[in-house]
């Protein structure tokens, strides 16, 4: 043999790897001159030891994971994003940590309604294996697009990415199984949510998740409540109608907290959720208030996806005040809306086997809401300003389009 070649045994010496390893090496052709004579192979004596692709592979994941900054699933629901109007800045501030950078652009994207851009970034989340809270951002944004693309398969998966994050803590274990019951609120599912979290005791969690906790217990709150009093039953010994009036008190303290500790995003889902909250219980000119400063706030960052989110609880009274307030954006929320209200629909029906209807009108769907509460046609029309002829014939056009037999019926196609 020419002594310009060696064999694969004195290689693997020479590189501290396997001979197996050295053969594989050349099978696979990453050793520059070898030469295979039977079941052997000679290679050149100065042949270099090929990158390890393992290796490669695990540089490029410590590249890729650096700590998240904040311990919550929404990185612009923390002080990250603390001015309003500077949504991009807090994007530019984490540039040099990947997967902070991807999160937020991802959650920003969400935010404007620009939905395949934001899958596009969190689908590296589902792609790669990541960090704790990296894995849960990442899967519940996918999930959030999955409801806009009405894409049953990928809200499953990413709830099963979730499921499967990297947990070293209780803690952690009861993060995920709160994560998976939050992704499960946005469909009005409020069955699996920890017992903890169902007495308001979040204080267990990181303070970074605290807003973001915040508004999924009053999500949680209202739509227990509102599930309860479609089905004419009692909260905690009480009319559920009635609990309801007392949800505003609560969401107005939260308030003040998120606009003293200067959490923009935070402040526009309280307002907006206590518009919904005024609406329900007649009182107008506060739902109004609400809507015109949540509309204010998300006009400076361009968060439209966020106000078509809220459409399908608000309804016309959010179209009056765009109209009013904003007019260049109406019609841009509107469009956004449709398409939410439709993919929101088909996950809904299918994860829950229910029979909510996509195609009544915003009047059609917030008089039906009513209607299954309780409320009579007159106090329904006082609410809209409507006859009590008008509310009537609203009620029978849903019964119609739904295929429900009594009033009471509605809630289960709204």
């Known amino acids: 043999m020419d002594k310009k070649f060696i064999s694969a045994g004195e290689v693997a010496e020479k590189?501290?790897?396997?001979?197996?390893?050295?053969?594989?090496?050349?099978?696979?052709?990453?050793?520059?001159?070898?030469?295979?004579?039977?079941?052997?192979?000679?290679?050149?004596?100065?042949?270099?030891?090929?990158?390890?692709?393992?290796?490669?592979?695990e540089v490029m994941v410590q590249k890729w994971h650096k700590p998240l900054l904040r311990k919550t699933p929404f990185l612009l629901m923390s002080d990250l994003f603390n001015r309003s109007g500077s949504a991009d800045d807090a994007v530019r501030a984490v540039a040099g940590n990947p997967e902070a950078e991807a999160l937020l652009k991802a959650e920003l994207a969400y935010a404007r309604g620009d939905i395949d851009t934001a899958y596009g970034y969190c689908r590296l989340f589902l792609e790669n294996n990541s960090g704790f809270y990296a894995v849960i951002s990442g899967g519940m944004i996918v999930a959030l697009c999955a409801l806009w693309k009405g894409d049953v398969d990928l809200y499953r998966r990413a709830r099963r990415h979730m499921y499967e994050a990297p947990c070293k803590t209780d803690l952690d274990r009861d993060i995920v199984h709160l994560s998976i019951a939050v992704t499960d609120l946005y469909i009005r599912n409020v069955r699996d949510f920890p017992e903890w979290f169902q007495k308001g005791r979040y204080d267990r969690l990181p303070p970074d998740a605290f807003p973001a906790a915040r508004i999924q217990y009053l999500k949680y709150l209202m739509v227990g409540t509102q599930i309860l009093?479609?089905?004419?039953?009692?909260?905690?010994?009480?009319?559920?109608?009635?609990?309801?009036?007392?949800?505003?008190?609560?969401?107005?303290?939260?308030?003040s907290n998120?606009?003293?500790?200067?959490?923009?995003?935070?402040?526009?889902?309280?307002?907006?959720?206590?518009?919904?909250?005024?609406?329900?219980?007649?009182?107008?000119?506060?739902?109004?208030?609400?809507?015109?400063?949540?509309?204010?706030?998300?006009?400076?960052?361009?968060?439209?996806?966020?106000?078509?989110?809220?459409?399908?609880?608000?309804?016309?009274?959010?179209?009056?005040?765009?109209?009013?307030?904003?007019?260049?954006?109406?019609?841009?929320?509107?469009?956004?809306?449709?398409?939410?209200?439709?993919?929101?629909?088909?996950?809904?029906?299918?994860?829950?086997?229910?029979?909510?209807?996509?195609?009544?009108?915003?009047?059609?769907?917030?008089?039906?809401?009513?209607?299954?509460?309780?409320?009579?046609?007159?106090?329904?029309?006082?609410?809209?300003?409507?006859?009590?002829?008008?509310?009537?014939?609203?009620?029978?056009?849903?019964?119609?389009?739904?295929?429900?037999?009594?009033?009471?019926?509605?809630?289960?196609?709204?």
């Not at 765009?322 to 007019?327: F, G, R, S, W």
């Open 15 to 57: 590189w501290g790897i396997s001979v197996r390893s050295v053969q594989n090496l050349c099978k696979n052709g990453k050793v520059a001159g070898a030469v295979r004579f039977g079941n052997s192979w000679s290679i050149p004596v100065d042949a270099e030891k090929p990158e390890d692709g393992r290796r490669k592979a």
């Open 258 to 414: 998120s606009v003293g500790e200067n959490s923009v995003k935070e402040q526009i889902h309280l307002r907006l959720l206590a518009a919904i909250c005024y609406t329900h219980i007649g009182e107008r000119n506060d739902a109004c208030m609400h809507l015109d400063k949540a509309i204010e706030l998300c006009k400076a960052d361009g968060f439209y996806g966020i106000l078509a989110e809220y459409h399908r609880s608000l309804g016309t009274i959010l179209d009056e005040e765009l109209d009013k307030v904003a007019p260049d954006i109406a019609q841009t929320v509107k469009k956004l809306s449709k398409t939410y209200n439709e993919g929101w629909t088909r996950v809904h029906n299918l994860v829950l086997e229910r029979s909510v209807y996509a195609k009544l009108t915003s009047r059609e769907r917030e008089v039906a809401r009513l209607a299954a509460f309780g409320l009579s046609n007159k106090e329904i029309a006082e609410r809209f300003f409507l006859s009590e002829a008008s509310v009537k014939s609203i009620i029978k056009n849903a019964k119609d389009k739904t295929g429900a037999v009594s009033r009471s019926d509605l809630g289960a196609y709204i």
């Open 229 to 255: 009093a479609a089905n004419n039953m009692d909260f905690a010994g009480c009319k559920a109608t009635d609990v309801m009036k007392t949800h505003p008190f609560l969401i107005e303290s939260f308030i």
